[in-house]
């Protein structure tokens, strides 16, 4: 099965299918989160109507870091193609007071909508941009029109004495011919002058960082009619040159304002935001302190996940349908101990398990981007081949579990320790080595571990 159905077609045993070359476990989670993604289908085909009344069944995750929650929501917003934002929702908090804007999740996620979009309309017009560039430097090296200046129009009018043509059709066949040795790849190292546009960027980003986008004001827009970029000329390689101008037609041929148009209903129709530590967050009533303040960001979050209408730079988005996953450990406080209308917000409540002996192993080994591959691969780029023995493996996954159990729990994240300290020596010395072939088994991992993982003090600030 691949991703080649469009949008959020796939089946939910085809998402899981999806899910599962990355996260190992966590069954119901994927379950969970296959049928939300596949409701959103499920609801663009119902009548328009009943469309407006099918609100997303928003999921809480409960289970400790590190056992794969937010892998889930990435990999499923990957999936659909959809826009995504990860929040810490500590960031709206502070000590008796609500924090951050928390309709900057909204702003920031249509960010990431309109990066996608403005990508997938690049795509469309990348040939037609390519072919604009290379003519602009056929213009800059055979100006299409006699400039006494140019050598090469003094040699075709000398040619063309002893051989009278049309100086015209000469001058356009000798344009085309330069024309494909460019776009071939032939004159690429050869040293060219253009015009670039300077980039006002750092300037726009003093008044875009003050808080001015808060309000839904674009002062990038304004500021840029105000003062229009400027010309410098800058030597370059043509190869270096088709990128530039490339990239400067590109944004000529892109329609901003469908850009937005469309960017503002794929967010509406297919955004998720992920609200992570949400359990930091519930705590009960009390006269003062903290829980005042995490009343507060429950009760400012409340209304976006409700559905509401938040004013940004590109225009209104509207949160109605957007898809919210929240995620926390829940060690001290408990789902329960959210604010009531947030609670009823989040129907669907799943809880991960921790990780054990045999889960340490499956991820070293089985995803499409697990750590063993991932050594295997930086290692290659010096020569150098890895293989791991089973019995290896199943020494650093009991050593990722034991360490787990008699200090803090980090879940999968600690294998990433691990491994960096077992291959710490091989990736210093690896330009130097001259065995190509190496072998890490049993008795490597524990001349390398053994020592750190027995003295819990080591273990503690090393792994």
Do not use: W
């Amino acid at each position: 099965m691949s991703l080649n159905k469009l949008d959020n077609q796939l089946t939910p045993k085809e998402i899981v299918a999806e899910l599962d070359k990355y996260i190992i476990g966590q069954k119901n989670a994927k379950k969970s989160v296959a049928i939300a993604l596949r409701n959103r289908y499920r609801r663009k085909l119902v009548k328009a109507e009943m469309k407006d009344e099918i609100i997303p069944k928003n999921i809480l995750m409960i289970g400790p870091t590190g056992v794969g929650k937010t892998e889930i929501a990435r990999r499923l917003a990957k999936i659909a193609r959809a826009p995504f934002i990860k929040i810490e929702v500590t960031k709206f908090t502070e000590v008796g007071y609500v924090g951050r804007d928390v309709e900057s999740m909204v702003r920031d996620l249509t960010e990431s909508a309109i990066r996608i979009v403005k990508e997938n309309k690049r795509e469309a017009v990348e040939i037609e941009a390519e072919k604009m560039a290379i003519q602009k430097i056929v213009d800059h090296m055979l100006p299409g029109k006699k400039n006494n200046n140019d050598d090469y129009y003094s040699n075709l009018v000398d040619d063309v004495k002893k051989n009278p043509a049309n100086l015209d059709d000469r001058v356009a066949a000798r344009r085309k011919r330069m024309f494909k040795r460019i776009e071939s790849g032939q004159l690429d190292q050869q040293k060219i002058e253009i015009e670039v546009e300077e980039n006002n960027q750092q300037m726009m980003e003093v008044f875009s960082g003050s808080g001015v986008e808060e309000m839904g004001i674009n002062f990038q827009d304004m500021l840029g009619n105000i003062f229009p970029n400027k010309k410098e000329k800058k030597k370059v390689s043509i190869k270096q040159a088709k990128e530039i101008l490339k990239d400067e037609e590109v944004q000529k041929l892109i329609d901003m304002e469908q850009v937005k148009v469309e960017a503002i209903q794929k967010v509406e129709e297919d955004g998720i935001i992920f609200l992570d530590e949400m359990d930091k967050i519930a705590g009960k009533e009390s006269g003062s302190g903290p829980e005042v303040s995490r009343q507060g960001v429950q009760r400012d979050i409340l209304p976006i996940v409700e559905g509401s209408t938040v004013s940004t730079k590109h225009g209104s988005v509207k949160t109605d349908h957007i898809l919210f996953i929240a995620a926390g450990a829940f060690h001290v406080s408990s789902p329960a101990d959210l604010i009531p209308e947030l609670q009823g917000r989040f129907p669907l409540r799943v809880n991960l398990n921790s990780l054990s002996r045999q889960n340490f192993k499956d991820i070293l080994l089985l995803p499409q981007n697990s750590l063993v591959k991932q050594y295997k691969a930086l290692l290659e780029t010096e020569g150098i081949e890895i293989e791991f023995t089973e019995k290896a493996v199943e020494e650093i996954s009991s050593f990722a579990y034991d360490i787990n159990e008699e200090t803090e729990n980090i879940g999968a994240r600690r294998l990433h320790t691990i491994m960096e300290k077992l291959l710490e020596d091989l990736s210093f010395e690896a330009p130097e080595i001259t065995d190509k072939k190496v072998e890490i088994n049993l008795e490597c991992v524990k001349d390398k571990l053994q020592d750190v993982v027995k003295d819990k003090d080591l273990s503690k600030y090393i792994l």
